[in-house]
């Protein structure tokens, strides 16, 4: 191993790769701050560019769009709360009232000192233990994810900042909206009503931008007597300082950690470890209520955690050859142009280039803080245009984006509703995060619970009891984890605030 | 105040007044804009990959770039139904596959006709599955697997790709034809379903030969469904008395174009897609990916989809009644 180790880093350290890494990383950057551009749609334009180049420079260019795209989602979420990618959906709610404090710089800042080194640290544990990890990643079957998603819909819900039967609400309403258009199992469409434009279901884009950027402009339009960040010489503030990020160091790593691990189960992804990684960070915070009201721990907890997740990510792809997500499926199509067929086979073969595909990643996060840090003068300007401009340019990017997705109109039907129900919610204090976790995870939870069902040939209970232990190990852990949550958080959720210090939705 | 919307409209007018000008003027001069290509799939699948690969040669064969619009949804029902809703003009072409364009109509009704709304422009090439198991699997024959099927129904499980894909229809073919019945297993996609296998939590899945072959000696091909062999001693569907589930179970790579586009231009787009499958780098960058090149006409395989309207129209309702 440590052969093959050396012989990669001689493989990787060669100018044209950092260059192209570099150029991946920028591009990367600015498509995922553009709402409606996901990291996936770039890497499947520019993946034929790597055809052309060799192995140990086009993979890490992907590789570079890749992590761009996933830190590039935090941007416009600190800046005008218009979550990128769902991976991003935790980053608002801290990082726009830091904006709104005048702290803009140091929100994008802590953001990315948390994703390169939430990706460095995980990304370096993923070579150490390749091995076991493919092993974990290989006992995460139909039944355990099950499992999972159920725990991570509890924990969401009991944890929020709203009475728990609010946040059971907008589970369910959530898991509704989910079960739109196909059954995943059985392909037959549900509530659609014979309406052929909704058969495909409610995509995700139109009901972020909606839920979480529409809400914004109305707000900031009834507020419009206050300007949106407070009058100063330089409204963008002052940089991160050393000290700022040694404070949050421990929420980092538990970000990291918990990121990594969900990184590990096929299937989970960026958006779970970011929604959970923050609810994590106040149930284990001292001061649980400062959080959604601009702190710099309510920024690095998400982020640390999505960024943690790319590295795990890559293990069943390299060593299986079998690709957990889209982006890696186009990685995958990256290899075998290649005339690399990434598998035991290659592992075995070709061991040192795997590993230089794995250290490109490493590289990736110093090369991604470095240039991060050189372009964030250049985006924390946008706070510099003025309200009267920045409200209605949000409205545009929030519609453009939402159609340049798919080029379906329908969705700008979807964004306007779910914009009204967003701005309802934040004025009935509910708190929307339950809704999008639960659309997010109902359909892979209905979809392995179908499966589990089928392969228990009709005796669940006796399927996951003999032949699946780590899912009945989930299942009686998820009473005791989530009451632990609810008993952590419970002072949050006074339904009756004395003298209105204690924040209320409305304010995240 | 009134001067930015008025000038705005000016330049909007004098703008549209050339394009109409410019469209006038070059008719007869196809392509003149880039084409779009629909493929009505996710990104990162076979299809978003091999269309990368011919939007990458085609330019030089039809003068304007080809640029891939994904569309996935509904089983592939929502490319298709935009690419059958486009105009006829030749600049929206849809790049799907036979269980999608034939097979959908026997599942559900759909707001197009398969096989009036769209001609067939070329088959780019196809992909012929194999049922693997895992390496230590039981089953070492084909027949041993059927013979367990048939004294014990649903205990085997077959892990496929979802329903009515890629994976599930040559599988489901088989089972029809031997008369087995079987507990099947979707999954979201094909490498997950692999997952399934190297996992043991099914027993066998249907795989496309480039996936097979990277997980060397982890599986073991019982079949492959095609016409001639693809790896050497694994015999195929016909020789183990199965001679018409091949037909039905082949992917193919096949570019439509809404029905209606001028004779010209289809002539123009059939030709320059001839052309690329002789194209020396489409051919490298496709044996790479582990695909063939077997082109086919339009013309060609226009009849070959009659007679899978046919077969596909018996197959669900055998395997839904």
Redesign the interface.
Known sequence: MLHSILASIDLLMRLDTLLMMSFGLVLGIFIGALPGFTT??A??VL??IS?FLSPVVGIPFLIGVYKGGIYGGSIPAVLVGIPGTGASVATTYDGLPLTKKGQSRKALDMALAASAIGDFVASFFTILLIGPIALIA??F??PELAAVMLLSMLIIAFSGTTMVIKSLMMLLLGMFFAMI??D????L?RFTFGF?PI???INLLPMLIGLFAIPEVLLSIEEKTKPFVEKSVRPEGDRLTLHELSECKRTIARSTVLGAVIGVI??VGQVVAALMAYAAAKTASPHPEKFGTGILEGVAAPEAANNAVNGPTMV?LLT?????D?????L??AF????L??????F?QQAPLIYAILFSMIIACVLLYALGYLLIPLFSKVVMIRKAYLVPLTIVFAFVGTYVY???VFDLYFLIFFGLLGYAARKLSFDVTPLVMAFILTPVLE?SL??SI??S?GNLLHYVVIERPLALGIILATPLLTYLMWYRTRKLRNPNPVNGTLPLPAEQ | MFQLPRRMFVAAAVAAGVALAGAAAFAEDYPSKPITMIIPL????SH??NA??M??VLPSYLGEPVV????????G??GT??AAKSKPDGYTLLFTHNFIDELQQH??KL?YDPNKDFVVVARTNYAPPSLVVRADSKYKTLKEMLADAKANP??V?FGHS???GAAMVPGAALLQAAGVKM??????GG??A???V??G??DFTVAFP??I????D?VRTLVTFADKRVFKDVPTSGELGFPDVASIATMQRIVLAPAGIPKDRLAKLREGFAKMSKDKTYMK?LD???ENDEFMTGADYQKMREKQDKSYATLVKELTK
């Open positions: 996936t749609m890497m499947a993946l034929p055809f290989m006992k079957g139909p258009g196909q995943p199992i059985g392909a469409s052929f058969e495909s279901g096929p299937g069943p299986l050859g079998i690709p957990g889209n982006i890696t499926a186009i995958l199509g075998v142009v290649q005339g067929r990434p598998g035991p086979q290659l075995a798919r080029s379906n979809y179908g499966q089928l392969l040939q | 996710g990104a990162g699948g978003d990959l990368r690969v939007t990458s891939v619009q994904l569309m996935p949804g509904a089983s029902r929502i139904a935009a599942v559900t707001p649903g205990k499980k979802g329903q009515w507990t099947l297993v979707p999954y979201k490498g997950p692999m997952r399934g190297l996992a939590d099914v480039s996936v072959t990277s997980q060397g982890k960058l790479k990916l582990g």
